[in-house]
């Protein structure tokens, strides 16, 4: 039930493990604390992440009247999250699914969940151009105000994945609103001198070669990996860094 949704936002990624899902949280905990009602939605069925990054694992979805009930973050009902994890017994346990059964659980994500009224819906898709994707695309192609932002590392690898999804983008004819390079760097917490640990610098060059907006990059932080499991008080952990400064800024271009 997305006729509520005033704007939906995809974040894809070439590759897992780039910090695609730990955007997608960050972001929505940074609209949130801007006072703007959100919905994460994650549709990464067998990595599924979000719960854990939240504190929300062992949560459990309940079906209202009209569909199925988000988990919700806070009390004021301000973050409201839908994830395969909270269906799942524990977070070991895998989706051994084939396409039309993932197909079909990606479609009652989109259709089934009552969201009421939301500024933002932010799916949290798998890593690169799957089943899922297609169909997360072919549903929301008749929404307005659907674009998507695309993660990566710095790596020479990860960036020649991302060609993929800007291709995937264009083709589908979903808008990409930008990309973020993230892990690019490693800034001493004692001194702020950053060191590239990776190559750095590809994300944005490959951002300006395709005429995409380069959206910020991020470095590696390890507050960043510590947030996980903090919930709603992970915003507050990361005060005038430069992560919290990308997001802020991010959030003023949407
Ligand atoms: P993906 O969704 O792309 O698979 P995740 O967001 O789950 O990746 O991130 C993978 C791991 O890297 C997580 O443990 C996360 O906490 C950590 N991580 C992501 N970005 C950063 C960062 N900028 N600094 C430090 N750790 C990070």
Same mark, same amino acid.
């Given at each position: ?11 894809? +990624? !070439? ?83 084939? !396409? ?23 799916? #949290?898709?798998?890593? !690169?151009?799957? #089943? ?31 060609? /993929? ?35 750095? !610098? ?7 070669? +395709? /005429?995409?907006?380069?959206?910020? +990059? ?37």
């Amino acid at each position: 039930m997305l006729e509520q949704v005033k704007r939906i936002i995809l974040v894809l +990624s !070439g590759k897992g493990g780039v910090g695609k899902s730990t955007v997608s949280t960050q972001l929505a905990l940074t609209l949130r604390e801007k006072g703007y009602k959100i919905g994460l939605l994650d549709v990464d069925l067998c990595g599924p992440s979000v719960p854990y990054l939240l504190n929300l694992e062992g949560q459990n979805i309940h079906q209202g009247n009209d569909g199925w009930i988000p988990v919700y973050l806070d009390n004021e009902q301000k973050l409201g999250v839908m994830s395969i994890g909270f269906l799942l017994n524990s977070r070991n346990d895998a989706v051994v699914w084939r !396409g039309p059964k993932k197909t079909s659980m990606i479609k009652q994500f989109l259709e089934d969940v009552c969201w009421q009224e939301l500024d933002f819906l932010i799916i #949290d898709t798998p890593p !690169g151009t799957s #089943d899922e994707h297609i169909t997360v695309m072919e549903n929301l192609r008749q929404i307005p105000h659907c674009s998507a932002i695309i993660v990566t590392t710095p790596q020479q690898v990860a960036i020649e994945d991302v060609r /993929k999804e800007i291709t995937f983008c264009r083709k589908t004819g979903i808008p990409i609103m930008g990309i973020i390079e993230n892990m690019s760097g490693y800034e001493c917490p004692v001194c702020s001198e950053c060191t590239n640990i990776f190559s750095s !610098g590809g994300g944005k060059s490959l951002a300006e070669i +395709s /005429k995409i907006p380069f959206l910020g +990059s991020l470095p590696i932080d390890p507050r960043v990996g510590k947030l996980a499991g903090r919930g709603v008080a992970a915003i507050k952990e990361l005060p005038d860094s430069k992560t919290s400064q990308v997001f802020n800024e991010l959030v003023t271009q949407l």
